[in-house]
């Protein structure tokens, strides 16, 4: 059974920090690209971040570029997504992906910035 569970996500002050997990199973992990996404309200789900499984590649969104890393452990079956200075713009549903030849998704880790 696959699953892809998010962590992480909680209320932070603007410049602030957060670190987001994601805990995988019921696949080869080190195999799939992971891929983190979000969704504010009223908005269409925007991909944020993305790692390779073998070459461990990133490449991320401009809006969160140099603030944002991923970053992955094959050995955890975890990818993680480092958020650095976040503000009022990146509030949202944060979703956890993994593509291969299929295509699977977590519910989603809610992050708030507030002051």
């Known amino acids: 059974q696959v699953q892809l569970v998010e962590s992480g996500g909680g209320l932070v002050q603007p410049g602030g920090s957060l670190r987001l997990s994601c805990l995988a199973s019921?696949?080869?992990?080190?195999?799939?690209?992971m891929n983190w996404y979000r969704q504010a309200p009223g908005k269409e789900r925007e991909l944020v971040a993305v790692i390779t499984g073998v070459s461990g590649s990133t490449n991320y969104a401009d809006s969160v570029k140099g603030r944002f890393t991923i970053s992955r452990d094959n050995g955890k079956n975890t990818v993680y997504l480092q958020m650095n200075s976040l503000t009022p713009e990146d509030p949202a549903v944060y979703y956890c992906?993994?593509?291969?030849?299929?295509?699977?998704w977590g519910k989603g880790t809610l992050v708030t910035v507030s002051s």
């Open positions: 019921g696949f080869t992990f080190n195999y799939y690209t």
């Open positions: 992906n993994a593509v291969r030849f299929e295509n699977y």
